[in-house]
């Protein structure tokens, strides 16, 4: 753990960073990963754990990745940035583009193909085929997120449309209104698509993410 330890004669300290959150990531890396420690663990990760997550062990990612599957409510967006890595959706893509893939497997995709620097076009394909596949507010919520997200970073007018399209022409989606989005999805249309997209969603950066 370079970098998070520093050491003076025969003394190790840590410079800002908390002993007890550097406990908590070299405990979740040793321990088995059950039901009981991973509700633990999401309902209170933080940044700090994370970090020193990242200077562990790299199968400290698969064991989270499990974990995780069994967890409800809020997930922090920088755990799900370190669960994700540049192979994680090139080695599951043809799960990752089916109807029954979960939310957090939809979120940590997308960073998984940011982190490998994928083609923009590549991430926008994912992103449409993923909103087409979403039979649940959450799924569509979770992909307006990162649609938004996505054009927010490169001004894919080509997305936009396909998105305005799809939410107010197909697969049903215009059955997914609820009170707790405000207003009906199939009222979308291309000038209101990005304050949709802030009404309906959660941004990705210092958020915390629902599944």
Do not use: W
């Not at 989270?64 to 994700?84: N, T």
């Not at 990752?96 to 620097?117: G, M, Q």
């Not at 990705?204 to 993410?209: A, D, V």
């Amino acid at each position: 753990m370079d970098g998070a330890i520093g050491y003076k004669g025969r003394v190790y300290y840590f410079p800002h960073k908390s002993y007890i959150e550097f406990l908590c990531a070299e405990y979740v890396s040793r321990v088995r990963f059950t039901y009981d420690v991973a509700e633990k663990f999401f309902a209170n990760v933080n940044p700090e754990i994370v970090s020193f997550l990242e200077e562990g062990p790299a199968s400290t990612r698969e064991k989270l990745r499990e974990g995780l599957s069994s967890v409800k409510g809020e997930i922090g967006s920088s755990i799900l940035r370190f669960i994700s890595d540049g192979t994680y959706y090139s080695s599951n893509k043809d799960h990752l583009n089916s109807k029954n893939v979960s939310v957090y497997e939809l979120y940590i995709s997308y960073f998984s193909l940011a982190e490998s620097c994928a083609k923009t076009k590549e991430i926008s394909s994912f992103l449409i085929n993923s909103l087409r596949n979403s039979r649940t507010v959450t799924k569509v919520a979770a992909c307006l997120a990162m649609i938004g997200d996505h054009i927010g970073n490169y001004k894919d007018p080509d997305l936009v449309q396909k998105t305005v399209r799809l939410l107010t022409d197909g697969a049903g989606l215009n059955n997914l209104s609820s009170s707790g989005l405000g207003e009906t999805i199939g009222i979308i249309n291309e000038k209101n698509i990005f304050r949709a997209m802030v009404a309906y969603s959660l941004r990705l950066k210092g958020r915390e993410l629902f599944r």
